[in-house]
């Protein structure tokens, strides 16, 4: 148990379809993090909330839309996909970015096949 | 721009064998140093990191990490390997005054056979 949830596990789409991806901290964190991993490929770090707001987007498509409503979710809103954005998207937390060393405790994943 | 390179991708030995995994990154500041471990199957965890001080740091399971900061290197170590140590490793880094953005090498698979 790591005290960060995903859901789903697993997740098949259409390049028309929308669909969202849920990540929830019981760690009492106050960042969260979108990292997607590929094979071959290191970790992409794709969003960072802090305090509930964005500090960080690393040149995203729009096609990817997170949203962080409180400090314990965070979503990842998909729509119109591409192929080759099939991966496993991690989701992350941490104490608090600005204070410490930025140690990240990760869920297990959403893997996302896009058709 | 800050990089992670680990130029072992695929590591294969047997029980009982030393094992060292390399680990370089590009950046000029002050850096925190991190080694990930993710086990068949399961979440990315911790094994061990780099604030300051000692540069030899010892983490869980018998892993250890050396920072030489001449070579902007971190590589991780261990005398004995065993079956369980079967998992990708993933080298991180960030800068010490943005600590936010943990930039991740593109990992090194271990096998061990017993």
């Known amino acids: 148990e790591t005290g960060v949830t995903q859901t789903p596990r697993h997740l098949v789409m259409g390049m028309t379809n929308k669909k969202s991806l849920k990540c929830e901290q019981h760690?009492?964190?106050?960042?969260m993090y979108w990292y997607k991993q590929s094979a071959k490929k290191p970790l992409e770090l794709m969003f960072v909330y802090s305090l509930e707001e964005r500090v960080e987007n690393n040149s995203v498509p729009s096609r990817f839309s997170p949203e962080c409503p409180n400090s314990s979710h965070l979503f990842l809103h998909l729509h119109t996909l591409q192929p080759e954005d099939s991966a496993l998207y991690l989701c992350?937390?941490?104490?608090?970015?600005?204070?410490?060393?930025?140690?990240?405790?990760f869920g297990e994943g959403s893997r996302l096949t896009v058709l | 721009a800050q990089s992670v390179s680990q130029h072992n991708h695929h590591v294969i030995l047997s029980e009982a064998a030393s094992l060292e995994l390399g680990c370089n990154y590009s950046?000029?500041?002050?850096?925190?140093l991190f080694w990930y471990v993710q086990y068949p199957g399961q979440h990315l965890q911790l094994l061990l990191k780099?604030?300051?001080?000692?540069?030899l740091v010892k983490g869980i399971k018998g892993f250890e990490a050396e920072f030489i900061k001449s070579k902007f290197s971190f590589n991780l170590r261990k005398p004995s390997v065993q079956w369980s140590d079967t998992a990708e490793y993933f080298c991180?880094?960030?800068?010490?005054?943005?600590?936010?953005?943990?930039?991740f090498g593109t990992g090194t698979r271990l096998q061990v056979f017993p």
């Open positions: 950046y000029g500041g002050t850096v925190n």
């Open positions: 760690l009492g964190h106050n960042a």
């Open positions: 992350a937390s941490s104490q608090d970015p600005a204070g410490n060393t930025g140690e990240l405790f």
């Open positions: 780099y604030f300051s001080g000692d540069p």
């Open positions: 991180a880094v960030n800068s010490s005054y943005n600590t936010d953005k943990l930039i």
